[in-house]
């Protein structure tokens, strides 16, 4: 799919140029929140970004996968994609059960619940874990919880997008590719259509009530 100057390249390049700069923006916001040379900042930013980075990030693998796929993608998909991209720089990702697993605790979670399934959510960009268990908690009241590092997730996952991105280069799984874009590109126009009928008929809903 070339036609009007559009190349897989490019629009994935522009994807992942949107991905880094948003989290990137995100991750220079939290950096400078606990700037001990800038105290006044602290208290102009309470959040921490966490969940802002969280559901950029499992936002864009669902998005990548469905590409590989040629589909909107399900969770195993989601697991297939990982385990050809992510397993390369950690070999968790090999397992299809993990990848399930981990995307059901972190995306679902966020998405859904807004929280991880009892998992932690951190940035620590002094740690190059991505991944660890740590116990919580004291006596009773003790609890294994599973802490993902945002800061190394990420740049594990703009080292995936790329791999991903150099597949399509060399003509890998162009076709899924282009069967999940023009259906996007479909549904997106139908979506819109439907939104702006409704959205014209409550304006004349609310036009008479005002009368």
Known sequence: MESGGFTHEKYLDSVIDFYENDAESCFETVRSRFDLNHP???KKFPGSMALT??????CVIEVFSSYYVGKKATDYDIALFMGKYFSKYNRRFNNKDFCKSFFNVFRHGLVHNWAPKNGV????????RFLKI????EGVQKIDRMIINLVSFFD???KAFQDYKEDLKKGLFVREFNKRFEDIIEKDALAEKAFIKYYSESEKEIKILKK
């Open 156 to 158: 594990l996952t703009q």
């Open 40 to 42: 006044e900042k602290m």
């Open 121 to 128: 959510l951190s940035i620590n960009f002094g740690d190059q």
């Open 134 to 137: 740590e116990t919580l908690g």
């Open 53 to 58: 980075i969280g559901l950029l990030i499992f």
